[in-house]
């Protein structure tokens, strides 16, 4: 394992945004991250581990070492009565992934088709579309500690996942004596390898208003589970931009959660407002309706813009492979604009996805 300095990140995240690591680490299995904690420049240095950079917003040059995750392979590990257990390396292509669970015969992820990234990069912001999230179809995974060097397992329970969340994106806490509490694992654990559950019985997952639309239009009221994968890809490719051509993170805001007083309020004074009423009472809001409703569709800050089709998808409008791509700065410029009109309008502050390096 090498590490290469002054490494053009441009290629490695998704909005193609213009940016250097100081240093760069191909990992390639856990043995070269042990290699890099047994060599006394890089052991205490701080690192940053990079995925499919499908998540990210670089807002200058990356400072930690950046630790490129590669590890590959995919395999049947097990199964139980219900599930077969399938295993992925963390560098593996998450799309690559869906499509090779469906050829084994072993569906359950295609509602997940197409979201960009990795399979490591996967559990950290627990992904999700279509009414299904990476925790429905969750078994384990393998992460190596980066300041000990020990491999450990975590379960479903011990990754805390949430909605677009999980204990990947939370740092240790400082205690009163100075030491931390172990509450996060971010910058801590570098994910290894990922094991899903994928339902022997398997039923499409439905109910989702892209989908019901795409049953009518074809009148296929049973899809299989490759349909299912067809349908998710056309609605996606419909109104999702491909990274490849126009640089962007996906949504770049979760879509907020408010209570039945708050969502009675808005409603009130805009009665078109999208929402979902969620099991424990609350009431989640589309933060896409949101946005365009405060006029930020197709609107540009420098070379950062508002996607035309999906006002929660934030674009660099430049070069995907060229020097005039929008900044980070850009980036964060647009995104506290729209912020503070969406506060100003509705009183809900939006809160981003993608993590801010
Ligand atoms: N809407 C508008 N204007 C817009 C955008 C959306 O009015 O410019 C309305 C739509 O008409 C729709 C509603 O907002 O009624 C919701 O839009 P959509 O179905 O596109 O889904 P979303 O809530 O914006 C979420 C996920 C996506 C996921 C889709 C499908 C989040 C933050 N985003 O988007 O995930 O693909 O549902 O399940 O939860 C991602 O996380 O990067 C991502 C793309």
């Known amino acids: ?85 399938v295993e992925a390396g963390a560098g593996e292509n998450w799309h690559d992934f869906v499509v090779w669970t469906l050829a084994q015969g072993s569906p359950g992820l295609e509602n997940m088709a197409l979201i960009p990234g990795t399979v490591g990069a996967a559990p950290v912001q627990n992904i999700g579309a279509y009414g299904v999230e990476l925790q429905d179809r969750f078994d384990s995974l393998d992460a190596i500690d980066l300041q000990t060097g020990e491999t450990f397992s975590l379960n479903a329970a011990q990754c805390a996942f949430g909605y677009r969340d999980s204990i990947f994106k939370h740092s240790s806490l400082p205690n009163q004596d100075g030491g931390y509490r172990p509450i996060g694992l971010k910058n801590r654990a570098l994910i290894l390898r990922v094991r899903f559950a994928l339902p022997k019985a398997w039923k499409p997952v439905l109910g989702y208003a892209d989908l019901d639309r795409k049953m009518l239009e074809t009148g296929c009221s049973q899809p299989s589970a490759q349909q299912m994968f067809d349908w998710v890809c056309e609605i996606r490719r419909a109104k999702l931009p491909d990274p490849a051509v126009i640089g962007n993170a996906g949504s770049f805001f979760k879509n907020p959660t408010v209570t039945p007083e708050q969502c009675a309020d ?34 540009t800050v420098g070379q950062a813009g508002v996607y035309g089709k999906q006002a929660l998808v934030l674009v660099n409008r430049g070069s995907v492979d060229g020097p005039d791509a929008a900044t980070g700065g850009e980036v964060m410029t647009l995104a506290k604009a729209i912020q503070t009109s969406v506060y100003e309008r509705f009183g809900i502050l939006l809160e981003p996805e993608p993590i801010v390096v």
């Open 1 to 85: 394992m090498l590490v290469q300095k002054n490494v053009a990140l441009q290629a490695f995240n998704t909005f193609h945004i213009v940016a250097k690591a100081g240093a760069l680490a191909r990992i390639a299995d856990e043995s070269d991250v042990q290699a890099l904690l047994a060599d006394p420049h890089w052991a205490s240095e701080p690192k940053f581990v990079l995925g499919g950079g499908s998540n990210v917003v670089l807002t200058g040059d990356v400072k930690p070492l950046v630790l490129k995750v590669e590890i590959m392979g995919r395999k049947l590990v097990g199964e139980t009565a219900k599930a077969f257990i």
């Open 266 to 299: 808005i409603i009130g004074r805009d009665p078109k407002v999208v929402y979902y009423p969620l099991a424990d009472g609350s009431i989640k809001l589309a933060a896409g309706w949101l946005i365009d409703a405060c006029g930020w569709r197709g609107k």
